[in-house]
Nanobody, 115 residues
Framework: QVQLVESGGGLVQPGESLRLSCAAS????????MSWYRQAPGKERELVAS????????NYADSVKGRFTISRDNAERTVYLQMTSLKPEDTAVYYC????????WGQGTQVTVSS
């Protein structure tokens, strides 16, 4: 079955960086677009970034453009989210998503940006 396991979250100060990872299994990873979403307390889950199956096309939310970079390693079946210049408003649970006949989500990883 499809499994997505996120890691790499944590507590950082404003301006610092983090790299999230999402390890995928149970489907042909290299054939599917992968996405990162986030959900802050009291807010709806929102799309942060997505990357096409071969990695040649990426999309970002306006709020993270220029600060976050999504990438993937199809050989390792892993998608990454490099986050730089983190702000307190980036605080959220970050989720990895794959749409394989239906949406699949990981368990999420908490990112907290606070001084």
């Amino acid at each position: 079955q499809v499994q997505l396991v996120e890691s790499g979250g944590g507590l950082v100060q404003p301006g610092e960086s983090l790299r999230l990872s999402c390890a995928a299994s149970g489907f042909i990873f290299s054939s599917y677009t992968m996405s990162w979403y986030r959900q802050a307390p009291g807010k709806e889950r929102e799309l942060v970034a997505s990357i096409s199956s071969a990695g040649g096309s990426t999309n970002y939310a306006d709020s993270v453009k220029g600060r976050f970079t999504i990438s993937r390693d199809n050989a390792e079946r892993t998608v990454y989210l490099q986050m730089t210049s983190l702000k307190p408003e980036d605080t959220a649970v970050y989720y990895c998503k794959a749409y394989v006949w239906r949406p699949y989500w990981g368990q999420g990883t908490q990112v907290t940006v606070s001084s």
